[in-house]
């Protein structure tokens, strides 16, 4: 599954002296290779995490338009478009998230529990927790994990239907660099087995993995 943006621009609204806009991503075009893991890295603020959102069908652009194939994201409604990310797209969000009272395996299957398939993705879920080596943490509750656990079972979650396309956002910030090494090998393995993933990241070393590079500044994208 071939994701493009053509032209996209993300406006906020804000109180200022001058002006009440603020453009948080310039007009950007932008394809998502399969087979192909890219970075595209930049500080704090300098408008990843809206790009990613944009990209991933969580934030509607100012302007341009953004198409899986021959979808065209933004002209689903709210509920199609929510079941066409759950199908295509596993996002990794940015920190350390989970339903606390929830165990792992509860909150691994909650992508599938939204459309009543919790009881079919089961063993697929064990199967993925085994495989980034939390498989005897399936019964724990999310608020006994450590940052490297949890992001491991975030990893999962968003792999639970098998997406074509991966995006993840600062998926190493705090972690330490032998956990860091083995989700890079995680997601890196999803790119070569034809997958899709695209990573925001500050962590500098997280570009030794990347077969396309981006860096981002003030809103505009650039090939590194």
Do not use: W
């Not at 697929?124 to 490297?148: N, T």
């Not at 993840?168 to 995680?186: C, I, R």
């Not at 997601?187 to 570009?207: C, F, P, Q, R, Y």
């Amino acid at each position: 599954m071939k994701l493009m943006a053509a032209g996209i621009r993300r406006d906020f609204f804000r109180s200022g002296k001058n002006t009440n806009i603020f453009t948080a991503v310039q007009n950007t075009d932008f394809t998502l290779l399969e087979g192909c893991m890219t970075v595209i890295v930049g500080r704090s603020g300098s408008g990843k995490t809206t790009f990613i959102q944009m990209l991933s069908g969580l934030l509607t652009p100012t302007e341009g338009k953004v198409t899986a194939d021959n979808t065209d994201l933004y002209l689903l409604s709210d509920k199609e478009r929510s079941a066409f990310r759950n199908r295509h797209i596993g996002i990794i969000p940015q920190g350390q998230t989970g339903l606390q009272r929830f165990t792992v395996l509860e909150n691994v299957l909650l992508p599938a529990e939204m459309y009543g398939k919790a009881d079919d993705k089961k063993d697929k879920a064990l199967q993925l927790l085994e495989a980034v080596e939390i498989g005897a943490l399936a019964d724990v509750y999310a608020g006994e994990l450590s940052g490297g656990e949890l992001r491991r079972m975030a990893i999962v979650r968003a792999m639970i239907h098998e997406p074509q396309i991966l995006i993840a956002d600062e998926p190493t910030g705090d972690l330490d660099a032998e956990t860091t090494a083995f989700v890079m090998k995680l997601l890196k393995a999803h790119a070569e087995n034809g997958g899709s993933v695209l990573i925001v990241t500050h962590d500098k070393d997280v570009m030794a993995y990347a077969d396309e590079l981006y860096r981002m500044e003030k809103g505009v994208l650039v090939r590194s």
